[in-house]
C-alpha cells in the first residue's frame, strides 16, 4: 500500500490550493478515503471524508465551505480542494486509508498560509 501526496505549498491568505495523493497497491475504489493534517504542536485532525464511490463526504465544522474532498477511482487518486485559506490552515495534510484493522498514510505533503 502506496499513498503519496502532493500539491502543497505556500500561499497567502484568502488563497487556494488543490492537494492530490494518488494510491497503489490497494483496490482504490473499494475504500473510504480520508484527508487529516497536523499543525506544528498539535494532534493531528481529520479534515474530511469521502466513502468509496465518491457518493458521500464529510468535513470538519473548521473546514466546511471551504474544502471540497473529492475522488477519481479510475486514477487511484483523492484530492482536497481548499479555498479561502487562512493561517491556521497551515499544517501537513495526510491522505489515509483504512483496510481491515491497519490505517495507512501518505507522507504528507506541507500547505503554509502566511502573507
Known amino acids: 500500500v502506496q499513498l503519496v501526496e502532493s500539491g502543497g505549498d505556500l500561499v497567502q491568505p484568502g488563497g487556494s490550493l488543490r492537494l492530490s495523493c494518488v494510491c497503489s497497491g490497494f483496490t482504490f475504489s473499494y475504500y473510504t478515503m480520508s484527508w487529516y493534517r497536523q499543525a506544528p504542536g498539535k494532534e493531528r485532525e481529520l479534515v474530511a471524508g469521502i466513502s468509496s464511490d465518491g457518493a458521500s463526504t464529510d468535513y470538519a465544522d473548521f473546514v466546511k465551505g471551504r474544502f471540497t474532498i473529492s475522488r477519481d477511482n479510475a486514477k487511484n487518486t483523492v484530492y482536497l480542494q481548499m479555498n479561502s485559506l487562512k493561517p491556521e490552515d497551515t499544517a501537513v495534510y495526510f491522505c489515509?486509508?483504512?483496510?481491515?484493522?491497519?490505517?495507512?498514510w501518505g507522507q504528507g505533503t506541507q500547505v503554509t498560509v502566511s502573507s
Open positions: 489515509k486509508v483504512r483496510i481491515v484493522f491497519r490505517a495507512y
